[in-house]
């Protein structure tokens, strides 16, 4: 059998995943009727602005509906930007919220006021909500919510441990939202872009009651040694920052639909790769841990197949998803968790013959540089050392981002207008 060319089979495995994930495919089953009164609109996350563009595009034209939905700087569909609709979409920062989101999440709050029984709130969530609908807790400052967020971003915690910690911190996150939105209907449509899909944990969960405490946030806190405000420890120990729990009778009567998720478009994928002529196989879409290391992982099970033929037979396309982690050794390095994972990968592989490698996320956006991701061929190494760059030492200053595009091995997608998190193809040939 003639494979198709790898490089090219990879990246259509990833657009594959991404198509699967766009809210233009994925939100018209579950929007509810109008209701009696009016309908809001309120969201946060990479892809809010193309939710937001379905969702108006779906709703009836003669039933009332306006709203406000915060996006990444850059991540509003050109269609949105050209002819803007019913819902309102504006721009904030991420990784690193600022005066914009703050301002897009005052914005939000102000909304809700007034609300009756007989209206509707639809909320928009996907990931990087968190960064970009911040309202710090009373007593804190935008600077404080900052500093904290660079911290647990460098830290090394997993997703879940961060928006715990971000949750108490929010004035709107946690819950506190859905809880604002009382006595309304409140229908959340979420993308996933974290392990397991638990909605309190996409974004922070500013529609979904709160299972964590301020407790949980301080043992994070101190897991990873990262310095409070005195106004943050206070409002921790003291309990004043608890979130709303499960069973908050504010609560009663929302409802909560995952409109698109990570182990989706990783079946997409592998249906993709099938209809190429390729078995695939899905080993998770909830992996996680250090991104180097996860790479040395994956090029060990690559190497049993190329090598053996186990677990798997080749040729085969093997597939994972998740959200891995970067903890910084340095300041100057370029590059994000699947350039990372990427290199990791590389080093263990040792140009591992037939192995071919695609790691991206699928927001289209590797941390803050400009690339979704990279490829890695059996050549990268040999290819590198020519141009006198030594993979381990590279790795040492997390500059991973400066080795691929010196190979010119970048993979360049631009914003996708969804989130369902890292994508990994290991093609076995």
Known sequence: MTLPDPRNLLRSLFDAAVQRALPAHNTAPFLPPPPRGRTLVLGAGKAGGAMAAAVDALWPQHAPLSGLVVTRYGHVPPEVRASPGRIEVVEAAHPVPDEAGRHAAQRIVDLTRGLGADDLVLCLVSGGGSALLSLPAPGLTLEDKQAINRA??????AIDEMNCVRKHLSAVKGGRLGAMCAPARVVTLLISDVPGDAPEVIASGPTVPDPTSCADALAILRRYGIELPPAARAGLESGAFETPKPGDPRFAGH????????????????????????????????????????GKVHAALARAVARRGAPFARPCVILSGGETTVTLKSKAGRGGRATEFLLGCAIALQGQPGVHVLAADTDGIDGVEDNAGAIVAPDTLARAAALGLKATEVLDRNDAYGYFAALGDLVVTGPTFTNVNDFRALLIA
């Open 152 to 157: 647990l971003l460098k830290s090394g915690a």
């Open 255 to 294: 409802e909560i639909h995952l409109i698109a998720t990570p182990q989706q478009s990783l079946e997409a994928a592998a249906a993709a790769a099938r209809a190429a002529g390729v078995e695939a196989h899905v080993l998770s879409d909830e992996i996680e841990g250090e991104s180097r290391e996860v």
